[in-house]
């Protein structure tokens, strides 16, 4: 059972432009969503997170949305750069749980940046 | 800042072979340690996670063992490796204040 679902395998969008990547969840006790950017052959790295009682938050060129009543969360990056070309991982935590702290990942978005 | 060390980065296996993976961790104490796997075109499976040494839960029935000899030491382990074994190994430690985690730079691990 996929509990968080990134259905865009890809994007690729023009130098400029903003970029809007979606992911949907199906459990409704996640209270924490984190958005993670990944370049081939590395780990993934943070970029930004919202908790369930704010619908948004932004970071520089980065937002993040949530929309709970549709288990729904955006992440877009404007401007866009060629440098922002990576995968993209969703990802779900329910922090009232016990302390596993354990992280759910969607499948990933592959973002490319056209010049 | 905590760093997470992962090795070898590549690592070509023939199946039925055995396999260790070690993680360590710096810059924290007592994190939660993870093992994921990114399979070709997939996307992160959590395989196992311990909150404490000795400690370990598997998430998903499968080839590979792991184990936590020291608070922040994480090995990934199989007796013997399968061809679907073969993906990128990433483990993970908490202990961050964005309540996510810190990765490794991976493992690419082929079995042939």
């Known amino acids: 059972d996929q509990q968080v679902k990134q259905n865009s395998p890809s994007l690729s969008v023009q130098e400029g432009r903003i970029s809007i990547l979606n992911c949907d969840y199906t459990n409704s006790m996640f209270d924490y969503f984190l958005w993670y950017k990944k370049y081939p052959a590395e780990g993934p790295t943070f970029l930004i997170s919202?908790?369930?009682?704010?619908d948004k938050n932004e970071d520089g060129r980065f937002t993040v949305f949530l929309n709970k009543s549709a288990k729904h969360l955006s992440l877009h990056i404007v401007p866009s750069q060629p440098g922002d070309s990576a995968v993209y991982f969703c990802a779900a935590s329910n922090r009232g749980s016990s302390n596993t702290g354990k992280l759910i990942f969607g499948q990933g978005t592959t973002l490319q940046v056209k010049p | 800042s905590q760093t997470i060390h992962q090795w070898p980065a590549t690592l070509v296996q023939p199946v039925g072979s055995p396999l260790s993976l070690e993680c360590t961790v710096e810059g924290t104490s007592n994190p939660n340690l993870y093992w994921y796997r990114q399979a070709a075109g997939r996307g992160l499976q959590l395989l196992f996670y311990s909150v404490g040494i000795g400690q370990i839960s598997s998430e998903v029935p499968q080839n590979l063992s792991a184990s936590r000899p020291q608070d922040r030491q994480f090995i990934l382990s199989s007796k013997k490796l399968l061809l679907s074994d073969s993906g990128f190994y990433l483990c993970?430690?908490?202990?961050?204040?964005?309540?996510?985690?810190?990765f490794g730079s991976g493992t690419r691990l082929t079995v042939v």
């Open positions: 919202i908790s369930s009682i704010k």
């Open positions: 993970a430690s908490t202990g961050e204040a964005n309540y996510g985690y810190t």
